[in-house]
């Protein structure tokens, strides 16, 4: 064990961080199908937690060094999840339901460079519109923005999806990839 339960608390919340961080990343890439980094992320992150838990087992009768790893596990996720968002993985289905602007929606997504469905339906209070489209994780945001500066009133609701077969899925839509 280290000398200074500070510094030991410091690198074990470290190791906590980062292997937290790992184990949620590696959970979606086991999802999105990404077989050697899901491995790779799974690698590290037990070899971390292994190094981590040694230390804290020798140093248990320190609440400092209990308190860096509970520290590092809790930061590990929430860290983990806005590195996910960041990295955008994967495809999401959005369903934008617009009672009276999905043609206008429609129009602002085709010039965007989006490909939907746009089909009619019936709701609680008469017709609207469902705009059907797929895209990648990373572009969400800027569906999101069309849509609400097109129709405020507009309900969206989302989904992760793995596209099986065919459709237009775009590579790059603003300078984003």
Not at 100 to 115: S, V
Not at 131 to 138: A, K, Y
Request: one cysteine or more; charged letters at 15%.
């Amino acid at each position: 064990m280290l000398t200074s339960p500070w510094f030991a608390a410091l690198a074990i919340f470290l190791m906590r961080l980062v292997g937290i961080t790992l184990d949620t990343l590696r959970t979606l890439l086991v999802m999105h199908g990404h077989k050697v980094w899901a491995w790779l992320a799974a690698f590290l992150q037990a070899f971390l937690f292994v190094v981590a838990l040694s230390w804290v087992v020798t140093g248990m009768d320190d609440p400092i060094v209990i308190t860096g790893y509970a520290l590092g596990y809790a930061t590990g996720g929430v860290v983990g999840i806005a590195l996910e968002r960041r990295l955008g993985l994967g495809h999401t289905h959005l369903r934008i339901v617009s009672p009276r602007r999905g043609a206008a929606i429609a129009q602002a997504l085709r010039e965007a460079g989006f490909a939907f469905t746009q089909v009619p339906g019936s709701g609680r209070d008469g017709t609207v519109d469902l705009i059907n489209c797929g895209v990648v994780q990373r572009q969400v945001p800027i569906v999101l923005e069309i849509v609400e500066q097109t129709d405020p009133d507009a309900f969206v609701t989302a989904e992760v999806v793995r596209p099986m077969r065919r459709g237009i899925w775009r590579a790059s839509i603003g300078g984003r990839s």
